[in-house]
C-alpha cells in the first residue's frame, strides 16, 4: 500500500504561482488530478517513476510542471499563471506496480480574479 500526502495549495491572485507537494510512502507512477465544485475530477499532470515522461491536461500545459525527487520520495507541482478556472481541491494518486490506485486527501487552491 501507497500512502499519499499532500500539501502547498492556499490562495492566490490570477497571475500568481503555487507549488505543490505530495509525499508518497512508496515508488509509485504519480500523478495530479484536481476536482472543482459541481464537475467530474480531471487529470492535470502525471511523471513515470524516473521522472523521464510527464504528462499534462491541455488547459495546464506550458504553466504547471510536474517533478519528482525519488531521494525524498515527492512529487511536485510547479503551478505558474493560475487562472480563476484553476481553482479546485487539488489531488494526488499514486499507482502502484499492480495498477492500484492511492489517493491523497486533497489540498485546495483558490484563485481570485
Known amino acids: 500500500q501507497v500512502r499519499v500526502l499532500e500539501s502547498g495549495g492556499g490562495l492566490v491572485q490570477a497571475g500568481g504561482s503555487l507549488r505543490l507537494s505530495c509525499a508518497a510512502s512508496?515508488?509509485?507512477?504519480m500523478g495530479w488530478f484536481r476536482q472543482a465544485p459541481g464537475n467530474k475530477r480531471e487529470f492535470v499532470s502525471a511523471?513515470?517513476?524516473?521522472?523521464?515522461?510527464?504528462y499534462y491536461a491541455d488547459s495546464v500545459k506550458s504553466r504547471f510542471t510536474i517533478s519528482r525527487d525519488n531521494g525524498k520520495m515527492t512529487v511536485y507541482l510547479q503551478m505558474n499563471s493560475l487562472k480563476p478556472e484553476d481553482t479546485a481541491v487539488y489531488y494526488c494518486?499514486?499507482?502502484?506496480?499492480?495498477?492500484?490506485?492511492?489517493w491523497g486527501q486533497g489540498t485546495q487552491v483558490t484563485v481570485s480574479s
Open positions: 494518486n499514486a499507482r502502484d506496480y499492480q495498477a492500484r490506485n492511492y
Open positions: 512508496g515508488r509509485a507512477f
Open positions: 511523471i513515470t517513476l524516473q521522472g523521464d515522461d510527464t
